[in-house]
């Protein structure tokens, strides 16, 4: 009996990411505003009996994509921390981890980008609003940089005036507008001027971090 249930379970968790997977695709190929239930059934060759068993609606699937994408990369960054060094060597590792991972799944670059773009054309009902904006309240609050930078407070590697919050904030809007004016544009490698943009990147936020001297201009 349990290894049926097991099975069952399974198998639903496999038809939940294949219907993310399907609905990720269809909406970087068509736009968040063409793409139907239908065609995302169609696409995860599943019906819609099975996809009304995962969701509601095709906005809170989109949601549903929205978020995970988000928590994957962040995540990713943030489990590339190593507690032992300086909260500077911390915020470097966490950089370079979150470039390296936007090579590999630029597609979660590109829909991430995509829905920030179009998040008030949608419409979404106020219930599906309340709950992304409280993923994204959690997220500024509990910030996946905001650890390696109080640690680099406390160990004097990161001197910038600007409260460790604030600044976790700052680096996060300043990656992901470099990122996505870079992913968004190709799909292939990056070429080695690109691979010197991202570098140049994570230097000059480092410095910035580091910086003792700069006016800070964010509280303002």
Same mark, same amino acid.
């Given at each position: 009996?349990?290894?049926? +249930?097991?099975?069952?379970?399974?198998?639903?968790?496999?038809?939940?990411?294949?219907?993310?997977?399907?609905?990720?695709?269809?909406?970087?190929?068509?736009g968040l505003l063409q793409v139907?239930?239908?065609?995302?059934?169609? +696409?995860?060759?599943?019906? @819609?009996?099975?996809?009304?068993?995962?969701?509601?609606?095709?906005?809170?699937?989109?949601?549903?994509? !929205?978020?995970?994408? $988000?928590?994957?990369?962040?995540d990713h960054v943030r489990q590339?921390?190593?507690?032992?060094?300086? *909260?500077?060597?911390?915020?470097?590792?966490?950089?370079?981890?979150?470039?390296?991972?936007?090579?590999?799944?630029?597609?979660?670059i590109r829909f991430i980008q995509?829905?920030?773009?179009?998040?008030?054309? $949608?419409?979404? !009902?106020?219930?599906?609003?309340?709950?992304?904006?409280?993923?994204? !309240?959690?997220?500024?609050?509990?910030? =996946?940089?905001?650890?390696?930078?109080?640690? *680099? $407070?406390?160990? *004097?590697?990161?001197?910038?005036?600007?409260?460790?919050?604030?600044?976790?904030?700052?680096?996060?809007?300043?990656?992901?507008?470099?990122?996505?004016?870079? =992913?968004?544009? @190709?799909?292939?490698?990056?070429?080695?001027?690109?691979?010197?943009?991202?570098?140049?990147?994570?230097?000059?936020?480092?410095?910035?971090?580091?910086?003792?001297?700069?006016?800070? @201009?964010?509280? +303002?």
């Open positions: 009996m349990q290894l049926n +249930e097991n099975w069952h379970q399974q198998l639903k968790n496999q038809n939940r990411d294949e219907l993310i997977e399907a609905g990720k695709q269809l909406f970087l190929k068509h139907k239930i239908k065609d995302i059934c169609a +696409e995860a060759n599943l019906s @819609r009996v099975t996809f009304y068993k995962h969701f509601q609606s095709i906005d809170e699937l989109l949601l549903t994509i !929205q978020m995970q994408l $988000v928590e994957t990369m962040t590339a921390a190593k507690p032992n060094g300086s *909260g500077r060597e911390q915020l470097a590792i966490m950089l370079n981890a979150w470039v390296s991972f936007a090579k590999m799944n630029p597609d979660h995509l829905f920030d773009i179009n998040y008030e054309v $949608v419409h979404f !009902q106020q219930e599906l609003k309340d709950t992304y904006e409280r993923f994204i !309240q959690n997220g500024k609050e509990n910030h =996946f940089l905001l650890q390696a930078l109080i640690s *680099g $407070v406390a160990d *004097g590697s990161i001197r910038n005036a600007t409260p460790p919050l604030k600044l976790a904030q700052f680096i996060f809007t300043v990656m992901m507008g470099m990122l996505q004016k870079m =992913f968004t544009q @190709r799909s292939h490698e990056l070429h080695q001027l690109d691979d010197q943009m991202t570098k140049q990147l994570v230097d000059m936020l480092l410095q910035f971090a580091s910086n003792n001297s700069t006016e800070d @201009r964010m509280n +303002e």
